[in-house]
Protein backbone atom coordinates (compact mmCIF):
# COMPACT_ATOMS: atom_id res chain seq x y z
CA UNK A 1 0.00 0.00 0.00
CA UNK A 2 1.17 3.57 -0.79
CA UNK A 3 2.23 5.95 1.95
CA UNK A 4 1.04 9.01 -0.20
CA UNK A 5 -1.88 10.46 0.78
CA UNK A 6 -5.18 9.14 0.27
CA UNK A 7 -7.21 11.15 -2.44
CA UNK A 8 -10.78 10.11 -0.54
CA UNK A 9 -11.80 8.42 3.31
CA UNK A 10 -14.71 6.73 3.11
CA UNK A 11 -16.20 6.68 6.72
CA UNK A 12 -18.47 4.30 8.12
CA UNK A 13 -20.04 4.77 11.53
CA UNK A 14 -21.41 1.42 12.79
CA UNK A 15 -23.20 0.10 16.08
CA UNK A 16 -23.26 -3.61 16.17
CA UNK A 17 -23.21 -4.66 12.71
CA UNK A 18 -20.80 -7.39 13.19
CA UNK A 19 -22.34 -9.31 10.38
CA UNK A 20 -21.87 -6.55 7.43
CA UNK A 21 -18.14 -5.47 8.62
CA UNK A 22 -16.08 -7.83 5.53
CA UNK A 23 -18.73 -7.44 3.12
CA UNK A 24 -19.27 -4.04 3.26
CA UNK A 25 -15.57 -3.41 3.49
CA UNK A 26 -14.97 -5.56 0.71
CA UNK A 27 -17.08 -4.21 -1.22
CA UNK A 28 -15.58 -1.10 -0.71
CA UNK A 29 -12.21 -2.06 -1.40
CA UNK A 30 -13.85 -3.21 -5.14
CA UNK A 31 -15.45 0.03 -5.94
CA UNK A 32 -12.04 2.02 -5.50
CA UNK A 33 -9.23 -0.13 -6.14
CA UNK A 34 -7.65 1.34 -9.25
CA UNK A 35 -9.61 4.04 -9.15
CA UNK A 36 -8.42 6.03 -6.44
CA UNK A 37 -5.86 6.04 -3.84
CA UNK A 38 -8.39 5.68 -0.56
CA UNK A 39 -8.47 4.89 2.91
CA UNK A 40 -11.15 3.28 5.32
CA UNK A 41 -12.32 4.96 8.32
CA UNK A 42 -14.74 3.11 10.62
CA UNK A 43 -15.84 4.03 13.73
CA UNK A 44 -17.30 1.56 16.15
CA UNK A 45 -20.09 3.70 18.40
CA UNK A 46 -19.74 1.27 21.26
CA UNK A 47 -20.86 -2.36 19.85
CA UNK A 48 -22.11 -5.24 22.31
CA UNK A 49 -21.50 -7.44 19.23
CA UNK A 50 -18.65 -8.89 18.03
CA UNK A 51 -18.18 -6.01 16.10
CA UNK A 52 -14.61 -4.68 17.51
CA UNK A 53 -13.48 -8.17 16.56
CA UNK A 54 -14.78 -8.30 13.06
CA UNK A 55 -13.15 -5.29 12.56
CA UNK A 56 -9.90 -6.02 13.70
CA UNK A 57 -9.86 -9.07 11.58
CA UNK A 58 -10.92 -7.10 8.15
CA UNK A 59 -7.60 -4.75 9.16
CA UNK A 60 -5.78 -7.84 8.94
CA UNK A 61 -6.78 -8.68 5.71
CA UNK A 62 -7.34 -4.61 4.24
CA UNK A 63 -4.38 -1.99 5.36
CA UNK A 64 -6.15 0.56 4.61
CA UNK A 65 -8.73 0.04 7.42
CA UNK A 66 -8.59 2.02 10.56
CA UNK A 67 -11.00 1.90 13.44
CA UNK A 68 -11.76 4.01 16.42
CA UNK A 69 -13.87 2.42 19.12
CA UNK A 70 -16.42 4.79 21.52
CA UNK A 71 -16.47 3.54 24.69
CA UNK A 72 -19.88 4.18 25.30
CA UNK A 73 -22.47 4.95 22.54
CA UNK A 74 -22.84 8.26 21.54
CA UNK A 75 -24.85 8.28 18.43
CA UNK A 76 -24.37 8.31 15.02
CA UNK A 77 -23.10 11.80 14.22
CA UNK A 78 -20.76 11.66 16.69
CA UNK A 79 -19.35 8.76 15.28
CA UNK A 80 -18.93 10.23 11.99
CA UNK A 81 -17.98 13.23 13.61
CA UNK A 82 -14.61 10.90 14.94
CA UNK A 83 -14.13 9.56 11.85
CA UNK A 84 -14.17 12.62 9.38
CA UNK A 85 -11.55 14.21 12.34
CA UNK A 86 -9.28 10.69 11.52
CA UNK A 87 -9.38 10.74 8.17
CA UNK A 88 -6.41 12.01 6.04
CA UNK A 89 -7.99 12.68 3.20
CA UNK A 90 -9.20 16.44 2.27
CA UNK A 91 -12.46 14.49 0.77
CA UNK A 92 -14.89 12.75 2.24
CA UNK A 93 -17.47 9.78 1.47
CA UNK A 94 -20.14 9.33 3.73
CA UNK A 95 -21.57 5.17 4.26
CA UNK A 96 -24.31 3.62 6.45
CA UNK A 97 -22.74 0.43 7.99
CA UNK A 98 -25.69 -1.58 7.49
CA UNK A 99 -24.81 -2.15 3.80
CA UNK A 100 -28.08 -0.94 2.36
CA UNK A 101 -25.52 2.11 0.17
CA UNK A 102 -23.50 0.69 -2.33
CA UNK A 103 -19.69 1.70 -2.50
CA UNK A 104 -20.40 1.32 -6.05
CA UNK A 105 -21.31 5.18 -6.47
CA UNK A 106 -18.92 6.39 -4.56
CA UNK A 107 -16.59 7.13 -8.08
CA UNK A 108 -19.79 8.41 -9.68
CA UNK A 109 -20.21 10.92 -6.78
CA UNK A 110 -16.79 11.81 -7.09
CA UNK A 111 -17.01 12.44 -11.00
CA UNK A 112 -20.13 14.75 -10.18
CA UNK A 113 -18.21 16.48 -7.36
CA UNK A 114 -14.82 17.60 -9.60
CA UNK A 115 -17.70 18.39 -12.12
CA UNK A 116 -18.23 21.63 -10.42
CA UNK A 117 -15.50 24.92 -10.82
CA UNK A 118 -13.00 23.87 -8.01
CA UNK A 119 -13.60 27.39 -6.10
CA UNK A 120 -17.05 25.83 -5.59
CA UNK A 121 -16.05 22.06 -4.20
CA UNK A 122 -14.71 23.66 -0.75
CA UNK A 123 -18.38 23.98 0.34
CA UNK A 124 -19.96 21.27 -2.24
CA UNK A 125 -22.26 18.56 -0.90
CA UNK A 126 -22.74 15.66 -2.99
CA UNK A 127 -25.88 14.11 -1.72
CA UNK A 128 -27.13 10.45 -2.19
CA UNK A 129 -31.24 10.40 -3.75
CA UNK A 130 -32.70 6.69 -3.29
CA UNK A 131 -35.16 6.81 -5.82
CA UNK A 132 -35.67 3.15 -5.49
CA UNK A 133 -35.71 2.33 -1.70
CA UNK A 134 -35.68 -1.57 -0.43
CA UNK A 135 -37.10 -0.71 2.60
CA UNK A 136 -40.24 -1.72 4.56
CA UNK A 137 -43.20 0.02 3.34
CA UNK A 138 -44.06 1.86 6.40
CA UNK A 139 -40.15 3.24 6.36
CA UNK A 140 -40.98 4.78 2.80
CA UNK A 141 -43.80 6.43 3.73
CA UNK A 142 -42.35 7.81 7.07
CA UNK A 143 -39.32 9.11 5.15
CA UNK A 144 -41.28 10.59 2.37
CA UNK A 145 -43.48 12.60 4.79
CA UNK A 146 -40.23 13.47 7.06
CA UNK A 147 -38.55 14.43 4.16
CA UNK A 148 -41.61 17.03 2.86
CA UNK A 149 -42.15 18.48 6.35
CA UNK A 150 -38.53 19.23 5.98
CA UNK A 151 -37.98 20.25 2.95
CA UNK A 152 -41.06 23.33 3.72
CA UNK A 153 -39.51 24.35 6.87
CA UNK A 154 -35.94 24.65 5.98
CA UNK A 155 -35.73 24.78 2.29
CA UNK A 156 -32.73 22.62 1.17
CA UNK A 157 -33.76 21.21 -1.67
CA UNK A 158 -32.77 18.09 -0.88
CA UNK A 159 -35.28 15.06 -2.26
CA UNK A 160 -33.71 12.86 0.04
CA UNK A 161 -31.49 14.08 3.04
CA UNK A 162 -31.36 10.79 5.27
CA UNK A 163 -29.43 9.07 2.54
CA UNK A 164 -26.11 7.46 4.13
CA UNK A 165 -24.27 8.32 0.71
CA UNK A 166 -22.84 11.63 0.99
CA UNK A 167 -20.02 13.27 -0.32
CA UNK A 168 -18.39 16.45 1.15
CA UNK A 169 -14.90 18.17 2.04
CA UNK A 170 -13.60 17.57 5.02
CA UNK A 171 -12.37 20.84 5.69
CA UNK A 172 -16.75 21.46 5.15
CA UNK A 173 -17.84 19.24 7.43
CA UNK A 174 -15.17 20.34 10.24
CA UNK A 175 -17.04 23.62 10.21
CA UNK A 176 -20.51 22.55 10.66
CA UNK A 177 -22.55 23.03 13.86
CA UNK A 178 -22.24 19.87 15.65
CA UNK A 179 -24.87 18.55 17.78
CA UNK A 180 -26.88 14.64 18.07
CA UNK A 181 -28.29 13.66 14.51
CA UNK A 182 -26.82 16.72 12.80
CA UNK A 183 -25.94 14.10 10.25
CA UNK A 184 -29.83 13.85 8.88
CA UNK A 185 -29.55 17.63 8.37
CA UNK A 186 -26.17 18.29 6.25
CA UNK A 187 -28.07 19.62 3.08
CA UNK A 188 -29.47 22.25 5.16
CA UNK A 189 -26.43 22.98 7.27
CA UNK A 190 -23.94 23.25 4.16
CA UNK A 191 -26.29 25.92 2.69
CA UNK A 192 -26.33 28.07 5.86
CA UNK A 193 -22.54 27.63 5.30
CA UNK A 194 -22.39 29.59 2.09
CA UNK A 195 -22.09 25.80 -0.09
CA UNK A 196 -24.69 24.28 -2.29
CA UNK A 197 -26.17 20.69 -2.59
CA UNK A 198 -26.43 18.43 -5.29
CA UNK A 199 -28.28 15.09 -5.51
CA UNK A 200 -27.39 12.23 -7.19
CA UNK A 201 -29.05 9.32 -7.78
CA UNK A 202 -28.01 6.14 -6.41
CA UNK A 203 -28.10 2.11 -5.55
CA UNK A 204 -30.15 1.27 -2.52
CA UNK A 205 -30.19 -2.61 -1.14
CA UNK A 206 -32.00 -4.37 1.52
CA UNK A 207 -30.28 -4.03 4.58
CA UNK A 208 -27.20 -7.18 5.02
CA UNK A 209 -27.99 -8.46 8.18
CA UNK A 210 -29.17 -7.72 11.97
CA UNK A 211 -31.41 -4.82 12.66
CA UNK A 212 -31.93 -1.18 12.62
CA UNK A 213 -30.89 1.29 15.75
CA UNK A 214 -33.47 3.17 14.63
CA UNK A 215 -37.62 2.90 14.47
CA UNK A 216 -39.69 5.53 13.03
CA UNK A 217 -41.50 6.52 16.29
CA UNK A 218 -37.93 7.43 17.40
CA UNK A 219 -37.01 9.21 14.44
CA UNK A 220 -40.03 11.09 15.07
CA UNK A 221 -40.19 12.05 18.78
CA UNK A 222 -36.17 13.42 18.23
CA UNK A 223 -37.27 14.61 14.97
CA UNK A 224 -38.98 17.56 16.10
CA UNK A 225 -36.58 19.52 18.54
CA UNK A 226 -33.75 18.89 15.86
CA UNK A 227 -36.13 20.57 12.91
CA UNK A 228 -36.90 23.56 15.17
CA UNK A 229 -33.15 23.67 16.13
CA UNK A 230 -31.81 23.98 12.56
CA UNK A 231 -34.43 26.02 11.85
CA UNK A 232 -33.25 28.75 14.42
CA UNK A 233 -29.67 27.95 13.03
CA UNK A 234 -30.80 29.31 9.70
CA UNK A 235 -32.22 32.15 10.69
CA UNK A 236 -28.54 33.37 12.92
CA UNK A 237 -26.58 32.55 10.28
CA UNK A 238 -24.02 35.20 8.36
CA UNK A 239 -21.78 34.61 5.43
CA UNK A 240 -19.02 37.96 4.96
CA UNK A 241 -17.97 38.27 2.07
CA UNK A 242 -13.87 38.51 3.05
CA UNK A 243 -12.01 40.51 0.95
CA UNK A 244 -8.16 40.32 0.78
CA UNK A 245 -6.12 40.70 3.89
CA UNK A 246 -4.73 44.49 3.35
Not at 72 to 81: E, K, R
Not at 100 to 106: F, G, S, T, Y
Amino acid sequence: MTTALPDIAVVVPVKNEADNIFPLVEEIHAALEGKLEFEVVYVDDGSTDATPAKLAEAQARFPRLRFLRHRASCGQSQAIATAVKAARAPLIAMLDGDGQNDPADIPKMVERWRAEPEASREKLLIAGWRANRRDTSSRRWASKAANAIRAAMLRDDTPDTGCGSKLFARALFLDLPRFDHMHRYLPALTIRAGGSVVSVKVNHRPRGAGASNYSNLRRGLVGIPDLLGVMWLMRRSRNPIVESEK
